[in-house]
């Protein structure tokens, strides 16, 4: 009779003693009190860079500090969006990597402090980025999560450029007065981002603001300033929208000067006009602010 082979069976698996991977690399402590995340992504989202640039404003503003970063390397095809070199004054070389960067920012006493979350659309593995944002925003005592973009549309350059609010949970909806998603087709990644944080119970609420598709290209400081402006309005935390007025004056003063050069432009801006005029696109009530924190705290009391 032949010898039994035994066969050796480790008490603990071997992928068990390796370290737990993450894109997520923490760089300091966001020590937030009662934090909402807002996040911008350039690409698709981004029309004019409305809403990345209104994040750098938020930044600058409340001189935020550089917390967290999630790496690039999971989510990049780096043929499509490539890092870019730069000589320092040393004359060393430095890489910069299309890194998603996360800042914390201190508010007035009394209002929300925000962590600002901004980079570029990434390409791939959108359910992985979505669970990592949703591993940052646990992480920090996040209690709700907005998404700032802007989108090319039928706006006239002459009028407040709309900000148009929604919000999938219907309780979030109704709440605040925001309406809710209808459209259907292929998505990116922020529909992906608000379909994971929907599933996990965290509120989350996109605004987004529309771009003239006669002038679509950036800098649109009007539209920075009206993103702004909306924000503010639904949580109450000021942005400082008023130091663009300048700004976005210059700009509507240059659109003003090449539509009047143009008769078939200045007819096509006065329909516009006329449509823009009999629509609304969100409630304009200063209690909107109010009924957020209703919400949130009615959120936390039922947890």
Not at 40 to 51: H, I, M, T
Not at 63 to 89: L, Q, W
Not at 264 to 291: F, K
Request: charged share 25%; hydrophobic share 40%.
């Amino acid at each position: 009779m032949g010898r039994r082979t035994q066969l050796f069976r480790p008490r603990v698996k071997i992928y068990d003693k390796l370290p737990t991977m993450t894109e997520l690399r923490w760089l300091g402590e966001a020590n937030l009190e009662r934090p909402l995340m807002v996040v911008a992504l350039k690409g698709l989202f981004d029309a004019a860079e409305a809403a990345t640039c209104a994040l750098s404003h938020l930044g600058d503003h409340y001189n935020a500090t550089h917390v967290a970063d999630i790496s690039s390397e999971t989510f990049f095809n780096f043929m499509e969006e490539r890092p870019t070199v730069e000589v320092t004054a040393g004359g060393g070389r430095v890489i910069s990597w299309p890194d998603t960067s996360c800042y914390a920012a201190k508010t007035p006493e009394g209002t929300r402090d925000l962590l600002l979350v901004s980079g570029v659309e990434p390409h791939m593995r959108w359910r992985t980025y979505a669970d990592t944002l949703l591993e940052l925003a646990r992480a920090t005592g996040t209690e709700m999560v907005l998404t700032v973009g802007a989108m090319v549309g039928m706006a006239p350059h002459t009028r407040p450029l709309g900000v148009v609010g929604s919000a999938a949970n219907p309780a979030v909806a109704e709440r605040l007065g925001l309406g809710k998603p209808s459209y259907q087709g292929p998505t990116g990644v922020i529909g992906a981002l608000h379909d994971r944080l929907d599933t996990e119970g965290m509120p989350v609420v996109s605004l987004r603001v529309s771009v003239p598709h006669y002038v679509p290209g950036p800098p649109n400081a009007e539209a920075t300033r009206s993103l702004l402006a909306r924000f503010e309005l639904v949580t109450g935390v000021p942005t400082d929208h008023a130091a663009l007025d300048g700004r976005a004056n210059d700009w509507r003063s240059r659109i003003d000067t090449a539509v009047a050069n143009d008769p078939e432009l200045s007819a096509y801006v006065r329909q516009l006009e006329e449509q823009v005029d009999e629509s609304e696109v969100m409630p304009t009530g200063d209690d909107l602010a109010t009924e957020l924190e209703a919400f949130l705290r009615d959120q936390r009391d039922d947890s």
